[in-house]
């Protein structure tokens, strides 16, 4: 069965402490792999697609990073407002209209 | 554009009521899935619409649920009758391209059976 497993569930950190969100997958010819960013109350928010081992994409204070089993996403010197619950989402190839969600991480940045 | 809309925000319903949830996909945009969040099995796919048709409802958990898109511009997803169990967070999401590249969420309607 397709699994997508995220690590930790959840994450405090210091305004100012760098840290690294695990997103690990089982499935077999990945054709793409998503970060989204929820926000408590709203639904979740598109930040990156990553299709090929070895792709970085950045925005802001974030880095998302992909190999052939598990992605990262790097947050450099966070702030409070990067504070959110972070989806991961893999888009197995056998059916590319689809995506399997992790059940995320919640991140707390405090001042 | 305004975004995905989804009506109603909060329901709180006693077992055994229909209920109905309803979703307006971003104009222009040709898919549009049904999800279900909870803390234990985190957001699931319920089922998509491609140009109003249903292509997949295999993640549907039982006849319970339904789903319609009788327009591009409106879709409701019904439980009848409602359980407990039912009890989570419903999202529409609506993209523009087969792949579901950038899939934009509404802000869910949280539904509660008691």
């Known amino acids: 069965e397709d699994q997508v497993t995220q690590s930790p569930e959840a994450l405090r950190l210091q305004e100012g402490e760098s840290s690294s969100l695990n997103c690990s997958y089982t499935?077999?010819?990945?054709?793409?792999l998503f970060w989204y960013r929820q926000d408590p109350g709203k639904g979740p928010e598109f930040l990156f697609t990553?299709?090929?081992a070895g792709e970085e994409k950045e925005k802001e204070r974030l880095k998302a990073t992909l190999t052939k089993k598990e992605s990262f996403l790097h947050i450099t010197a966070p702030k409070p407002e990067d504070s959110a619950t972070y989806l991961c989402a893999v888009q197995p190839p056998y059916n590319t209209d689809k995506l399997i969600f992790g059940t995320g991480t919640r991140l707390q940045v405090f001042p | 554009d305004a975004g995905v809309i989804q009506s109603p925000r909060h329901e709180v319903t006693e077992m055994g009521q229909e209920v109905t949830l309803r979703c307006k996909p971003i104009s222009g945009h040709d898919y549009l899935f049904w999800y279900r969040q909870t803390m234990m099995r985190g957001l699931e796919l319920l089922i998509y619409?491609?140009?109003?048709?249903?292509?997949?409802d295999s993640g549907m958990p039982e006849d319970r649920f339904s789903a319609k898109m009788p327009n591009a511009s409106f879709s409701t997803l019904k439980i009848q009758p409602s359980e407990p169990r039912d009890s989570a967070v419903y999202f529409c999401?609506?993209?523009?391209?087969?792949?579901?590249?950038?899939?934009?969420f509404g802000q869910g309607t949280r539904l509660t059976v008691v």
């Open positions: 619409f491609n140009n109003n048709v249903p292509i997949d």
């Open positions: 999401a609506s993209s523009r391209y087969r792949e579901n590249t950038e899939a934009f």
């Open positions: 499935v077999s010819g990945l054709r793409g």
């Open positions: 990553l299709y090929s």
